[in-house]
Structure formats: C-alpha cells, structure tokens
C-alpha cells in the first residue's frame, strides 16, 4: 500500500506564490504517476498536474505556464510551485498517485490553497 502526506499551501494575495510538497511512503514501487488534483466549493475535482515515473509531466490549460511540477525521487516527493495565483485557483488541492494501477487510487488528505483578490 502507498500512503500519501501533504504539506505546504495556505494563503497568498492574487500574483503570488505557493508550494505544496506531497511525500510517498509504503510500496512506493508500485506508483505509475502522481499528481495533484484540486476541488473548489461546488466543482468537480479536477487534475491539475501530473508527473509520470519517467519525468513526463502534463498540466491543465487553466495552469500551464503558472504551475510547476515535479518529483524528488529520493526523497520520494513530489511539489507543485503554483506562481502567478489567481483567486480561481482557491481550492483544496490533493495529493494523487496512480499505485499498481492506470487510475488515481491513491490519495492525500489535502491541503487548503486561498488566493485572496
């Protein structure tokens, strides 16, 4: 089994910065990918950025050019730096890793991400 632990995020005033880290634990071995999903009140979760075992990352046209992901292999973490933050972007953001399987069975507890106008 994979566990998931976030960290970072909080509040920021629109155009700046935020990062939030998400460290692996368990049979780490078996993650294809991992990712970060956010849920604003009253949407759908949505993917934000993805990053593959292989270093092959994709990211959502709301936050290309914006958002940044990527993994520290060796300390088993991966981080999103988020820059030029805009109030749409307040949501919970999760932690996601696709563990043994092509889907997003794996999942962090969140973290609060407020960008105030």
């Known amino acids: 089994q994979v566990q998931l632990v976030e960290s970072g995020g909080g509040l920021v005033q629109a155009g700046g910065s935020l990062r939030v880290s998400c460290v692996a634990s368990g049979s780490i071995f078996s993650i294809n990918a991992m990712g970060w999903y956010r849920q604003a009140p009253g949407k759908q979760r949505e993917l934000v950025a993805a990053?593959?075992?292989?270093?092959?990352?994709n990211y959502a046209d709301s936050v290309k050019g914006r958002f940044t992901i990527w993994r520290d292999n060796g300390k088993n973490t991966v981080y999103l730096q988020m820059s030029s933050l805009k109030p749409e972007d307040t949501a919970v953001y999760y932690c996601s890793a696709q563990a043994g399987a092509i889907s997003w069975n794996v999942w962090g507890q969140g973290r609060q991400v407020t960008v105030s106008s």
């Open positions: 990053i593959t075992s292989g270093g092959v990352t």
